[in-house]
């Protein structure tokens, strides 16, 4: 069955000229567009405008219009003939700090025609947000900055369109989904202040801007949609994920996490959305041993551990001999580590069982993971006591952040029916491991549920619904934000969650501690 | 006494930023500025909110705001510190056909403070509206149409700002008032259509545009309000001279009148209004006569006519030499020579009373109004038989477009409490003279009242006035347009129309007919 168009595309008859009615061009279609869409106004650019008089005079008074919504008005993004038009396409962006991920929508279909990533060309300038905002302050840096991602997006946006045979002039329509400070650097806007005390960005809600206004190199028509932010710590890419999860549409209540660098969360349901977000540091997402790294060819992501003979059975994506380690397998590892009893509940590395895995370099304790003769570095791979204390820290401000969150509203975690994880990261965490090691609570395994990268799939939602336009500004409304910098509770609960899998064990039945 | 600032000029302070409350900058201001102007939305330009965060942290959150709006919407223009900020100035333009008129206005003191006028640069291509679009078909035609009056404008902006010591980019409102062929050429839309059966603009609301848009080079964030149109041949000059006569705003009926190369014409009250425009030809403004040309040093402006002795008493502008007739002295002109007896209810030249003033040149009879010995340019002054011919279709177009508009509506013209007479043009008219031809009806001379030139007038008031900007819309809206092409008595009214003053001499009562 063919999905119906997005309800941006319109095909219209425009009522005839005449003496006894000379009513202009422009008003002829405003009034056609009016009824049909049920809109107090529709906007048309005077270059679109320019374009009218001779359209409407070819086709007879029918053409077929391209819109986009913002807010109560509707603003008139292309004029075509009314059989087989130029397509009319949209682009999602899940404007990640490190990666930057495109959808290509064909909006009559309502069908994925394209997917494109790259890394986000402002890793030249640093490789987390905080480099690249004091890199702003430096003469000329943030144009700099700004100058990288819009590039970096219009070779993508040609590339996409390239491969599926269209025009980057036929896309009418893109949304934007990022954290608050990648949303100000996107769009050219002083992120100065987002990261000093009070933690004010230029912007809560940006709208709907002009691509051209912002440089994105599509229909000269075309509208952005730019995700609205709830605060520094708070983006446009939750909104979008929650927009997606549905979380904002449930009868009961459910948490959606997304697990990085930073541990961003929100629970609520159709009536309620509670957030916060908090530093989860860079550990969760492999990022703090000198082993870690993104996911590829030759990275462990996933480990296990025989109890009784500590043999390690490592997977590495494509099954190559092994350059590293993600996110996901260390969450596996350390869950291994601690069930196989080579890491303590303090998740210090106990020299009994890990015997001759155990090394001693620059006064730091190491295990080797994957001794030199098997790694694809020639070097052993190891992990530090150092790398250790680092992800004891970062589960713990993770679910610390849950319970806070959860006690904020007098729930209890397990009292969650759906416990949503985005992000590419969180899709491959195994929940079992996670759980293990006291970083997501001690929920029956089919109560989690991975939705991938929810802020790439809440954009493209943005691109094909037409509810999805005012769902975001409901949403966005809704949020009450959880500030835990100024929460005097947050510090205990997270010295309590600095074991594993925590100090009262009775939280985590499932767990077979050793 | 200082009148009050424009409304578009407000001073705001900002809610001071916390942790407990991290609202962004822009989302502070707007809460401000919608409290300050119970607006329902403000649209910040985005390079206008990349200066908004430094300004705000320099000025302690209290800053001046330019504004203007758009219907409901209102739009920022413009940010300073509130104290001794740049000037906000503001441009009215009267968009002409052959001349441009400027009016630079300080939106603080809501003073005028420069005007400026020059010839519309599109005379280069053809001197009237039909020669221009005709040339608008050719190729680039248009642009070259638009670029012309574009450029003019820019170089008039830069000279009546240079003279009040102001920079353009001090200038963040313009409102724009012309025929809709003016318009459609100055918005570089397609005239095509205005010309050719059914008459069909483009656009009937232009609405409210982005100077930058239309290549106006004032501040990048200033706004141009483009009067609106009720179809191609009554044009947003006369919703510009109707708002500023007030005829809108009466209990009572009146009419307003401009008298050009068409005769526009405009009926109405606070309750309803009713307008119709018809082509009266050149005649009215002098310019068909051979010797008929605009205002001008030398040119006769006043003519009288000793009933007795037939001798001319003419007046020149700076009482030179004669070097041609201008329209209002053609009316006098035409008057004299009726009640002197020297041409006849026909309008024809009577030969016994025209004696040796009579010439027969190329087969036609002129009447010499200036010997050669006495003009300026060495050789006789003559109004040709043909040029009367025209004079008198004029009027009795001018007379009839009255008459109709009256009856439509059950009215008498001499029941007109106030008659507004429009245009420079209009302002030179004798009344008494138009009155004797039958080009006005015969009321009583005080209900004429000359209101200059009220297309400038009317377009600086939206520059001042908040109000007005509703107002103009109201009136668009209200207006009911009388199509005369299609009115099957308009001829019978007009033939009647075509005798001096009029076929029912009744109407005429204060006329001494000879």
Redesign the interface.
Known sequence: MTPPPAPWIRCVGLSA????D??????RLLAALKKELTAE?VDI???L??Q???LL?KTGDRIRCTLFRD?RRWVLTGIDVPEAPRPAAGIAVDLGTTRVVLQLVDLASRRVIGEHAFDNPQIAIGPDVLSRIHHADSPGGLTELNDLIIDGLNAAVGEVCRRAGIEPHDVCVVSVAGNTSMTHLF????P??IIR??????????GV?RAA??GIRVSPFARVLVFP?I??YFGGDLIAGILFSGLHRRRDPAILVDVGTNAEAVLGNQDWLIGCAGAAGPALEGGVSRIGMMAGPGVIDRVAIDPVGRRFDLHTIEELPPIGICGSGVIDLAAQLFLAGMIDVRGKLVSAACGDRLRVAEDLRHLVVVPAEQSATGQDLTLSQADLDSLIRSKAAMYTILETIAMTVGLELRELATFYVAGTFGCFINPRSAIAIGMLPDLPLERYVPIGNSSLQGAALALTSETAVDEIDRIRDRITYL?L??NSDFMNRFSAAKFLPHTDVGRFPSVKIP
């Open positions: 000229p005449s003496l006894k000379n009513t202009a061009d422009a008003e106004a650019d005077l270059d405008l320019k009218l008089p001779l005079r807010r769009l050219g806007l002083e100065r202040w005390e009070p933690y004010i960005p230029v912007v809560n809600r940006p801007l206004d912002l932010n605060g520094s500030e910098n100024v």
